[in-house]
């Protein structure tokens, strides 16, 4: 058990969120050797079992059995008459290979032990069926009522009639996991959402496949389609298990999710006669084994998907972060492959001036047919920066006004190496967050420097934090928050939590200008055994498409210039 004392006090007032329900309307028979532990005192109402370490015997109806060796080898067991009290539960892991099935009444003997945090019953000595009994799954609504806990449930059969939305698939692939929440996708707190940490750890649980195995033959929801983030599913229902850190939902019932995220094949119209975009590649290397691709095979994979999103752009000028720093080699591999898809001559690049000494470093390419540079490139040798800037101004081939594009990525939010004020603060803004500042006062300066500017990239900030702000005060204004619908305002999802990482801001006198800003959902809402990647990535989900092209999804905005 893990309950606080504080928490208890909640339970104990709380009651159990539909009630446990029980097919038999009078007592039901029981085995003919007594139980000398009900599971609920098994379980018990504090942090660990009360008789852990001791021999009990118990009795219940098996509700889930996960026996087989590539599943979670026992089954759970219940109470077919809950003892009422909300501060146990009466469900319980025995781990065992003793054949049973569903329905089983059994008189299980074992040693009642905490492993990894969860209450089960190992070793097991005896396990004898003694005829059949029903257990219905308890009703439970996320999130649940007066803060209480999962903690009651654990071990029970479970049955979430709400809609429950798919926030989370980073390790549906390796482990056969879905993070689902209540009330919709999980923004990040930080994002300008109204959601807090704590709300969120609220509306959130993870379904499981009921298998410690990693790498599964099947992956779970992946037939006649792979789950999308946003994908969304009715009356879940299964076991409420726990390990490796958190409360798993063993599904009893197949679980369907309705696609309620279809794919957007294009981007959102953004009108104008410039398109500019901004993306990151996820490690674009022509240096095999490094950051990007260890083979010629996978980077063959990557360039495909790579060319496959900049041509669904189809932008004029594109910023792009996590190239590879070998000079103009890996901008002129991503440039060349581009053209023979478009047409030869459509796209070229600008030299960085001073790309810094970082493993990546920002580019820029854009159509010759559309804009001209106006001047050299530039940069900011300004050591704040880890990867520099580069800044270009253009001007559009049918007209004369100018605007300049300054390409970004700022400081990312790890840890590695960070003191001072550099560290976590605590307030949900991550490491490095003094860093980002800094870097977002110089983009301001230079900003206000250059004609008509155009702020694009990783900026690692999501859109309610300091560096946001400090760009905002600058006199650059957010062109997401003008034309993106904000439950589409991500472009990024990190523990389950979407949010806004790549930015495009706007200087006054442009943002007059602009006629529509999309964030085209190719990347961040897929699954990652669809990217480019051929260890653990069954190879039947691989498509030479933009789908998991990258980890991040790019920005597209459209510019009235004439």
């Not at 089983?104 to 089960?120: K, P, S």
């Not at 300008?192 to 992956?219: C, F, K, M, W, Y």
């Not at 669809?530 to 789908?547: G, I, K, S, W």
Request: glycine share 12%; with cysteine.
């Amino acid at each position: 058990m893990r309950r606080t004392a504080a928490a208890l006090a909640t339970v104990l007032t709380a009651g159990l969120a539909g009630g446990a329900q029980t097919a038999a309307a009078a007592e039901p028979p029981t085995c003919g050797t007594p139980a000398d532990h009900r599971i609920a005192e098994v379980q018990g109402g504090g942090d660990a079992s009360p008789v852990s370490g001791r021999t009990v015997r118990v009795e219940g109806v098996v509700t889930a059995d996960f026996q087989r060796s590539d599943q979670l080898s026992g089954f759970f067991i219940q109470d077919p008459t809950p003892d009422r009290d909300p501060r146990t539960s009466d469900g319980l892991f025995v781990y065992s290979a003793q054949e049973v099935a569903e329905g089983d009444r059994v008189l299980v003997t074992g040693t009642a032990v905490e492993y990894n945090g969860l209450t089960e019953l190992s070793p097991v000595s005896a396990v004898d069926v003694c005829g059949k009994g029903r257990v219905r799954p308890s009703l439970v609504r996320l999130p649940l009522r007066g803060g209480a806990e999962m903690e009651r449930y654990e071990g029970m059969l479970l049955r979430f009639g709400q809609r429950l939305t798919a926030t989370e698939t980073y390790t549906l692939g390796r482990y056969g996991e879905v993070t689902v929440s209540a009330g919709g996708r999980l923004f990040q707190p930080t994002g300008g959402h109204g959601s807090t940490q704590a709300e969120n750890d609220a509306r959130r649980l993870l379904v499981d496949d009921g298998s410690n195995v990693q790498n599964p033959d099947t992956i779970p929801y992946t037939d006649p389609r792979v789950l999308r983030i946003g994908d969304s599913a009715h009356g879940l229902t299964g076991v409420l298990g726990y390990g490796f850190g958190e409360y798993r939902l063993q599904p009893t019932r197949k679980a369907h999710f309705l696609n309620t995220d279809r794919r957007p094949e294009k981007p959102r119209r953004v009108g104008g006669n410039v398109r500019v975009a901004s993306f990151n590649t996820l490690n674009w290397f022509t240096t095999l084994n490094e950051r990007g691709a260890d083979t010629a095979e996978e980077q063959e994979r990557q360039l495909t998907k790579l060319i496959a999103a900049l041509k669904g752009l189809d932008a004029d000028v594109v910023g792009l972060m996590e190239v590879e720093n070998n000079g103009d080699t890996a901008v002129k591999a991503l440039v060349d492959r581009l053209n023979q898809a478009v047409g030869a001559g459509t796209y070229t690049w600008v030299k960085h001036p001073y790309p810094g000494t970082d493993a990546i470093h920002v580019a820029l390419i854009y159509k010759p047919g559309k804009v001209t540079p106006v001047g050299a490139a530039r940069s900011s040798e300004d050591p704040v920066f880890d990867r520099p800037p580069l800044v270009q101004t253009f001007r559009p081939a049918s007209g004369r006004t100018p605007f300049t594009t300054i390409v970004n990525h700022f400081k990312s939010k790890g840890c590695g190496g960070a003191t001072g004020p550099d560290e976590d603060q605590g307030d949900g803004q991550g490491c490095y967050n003094a860093r980002r500042v800094a870097q977002a006062k110089a983009i301001g300066a230079i900003a206000g420097e250059s004609p008509g500017p155009l702020v694009i990239g990783d900026l690692n900030a999501y859109a309610a934090e300091d560096p946001i702000e400090v760009l905002t005060d600058a006199g650059l204004a957010g062109q997401t928050q003008r034309f993106v619908r904000p439950d589409q305002r991500y472009s990024y999802v990190f523990d389950g939590q979407s949010g806004e990482l790549d930015h495009v801001l706007a200087g006054k006198s442009l943002s007059r200008r602009v006629t529509g800003t999309t964030i085209w959902h190719i990347n961040s809402d897929e699954p990652v055994f669809l990217d480019y990647n051929t260890e653990f990535n069954p190879p039947e989900f691989y498509r030479p498409d933009a789908f998991r092209s990258s980890d991040h999804d790019p920005v597209l905005v459209g510019l009235r210039l004439r």
